[in-house]
Nanobody
Framework: QVQLVESGGGLVQAGGSLRLSCAAS????????MGWYRRAPGKQRELVAD???????NYADSVKGRFTISRGSAKNTVDLQMNFLRPEDTAVYYC?????????WGQGTQVTVSS
């Protein structure tokens, strides 16, 4: 079994910053990528950013220039630095592990940006 634990969500004013972290543990096989997705109220879950095992990154257009994804210092960890947050960034953010075999999701962490 694989567990993903997210941390770092919270309430912040527009223009502020938050940093999300995700740590995966358990029976992990070859990892292709790790990423962050979000689901805003009334909307479908969408990709925010992901990073491959080789370090290539991919961002949603809405967060380019504001968010930065990076691999954490420990193995199978990923961070998301979110700057210049906007009210429309309010959502539950989920970490995803894409590996050889089934993918895994974290439980989600709430990010709320007030105007």
């Amino acid at each position: 079994q694989v567990q993903l634990v997210e941390s770092g969500g919270g309430l912040v004013q527009a223009g502020g910053s938050l940093r999300l972290s995700c740590a995966a543990s358990g029976r992990i096989s070859s990892v292709f990528s790790m990423g962050w997705y979000r689901r805003a109220p009334g909307k479908q879950r969408e990709l925010v950013a992901d990073i491959t095992s080789g370090g290539s990154t991919n961002y949603a257009d809405s967060v380019k220039g504001r968010f930065t994804i990076s691999r954490g210092s420990a193995k199978n960890t990923v961070d998301l630095q979110m700057n210049f947050l906007r009210p429309e960034d309010t959502a539950v953010y989920y970490c995803k592990l894409n590996q050889w075999g089934p993918d895994y999701w974290g439980q989600g962490t709430q990010v709320t940006v007030s105007s």
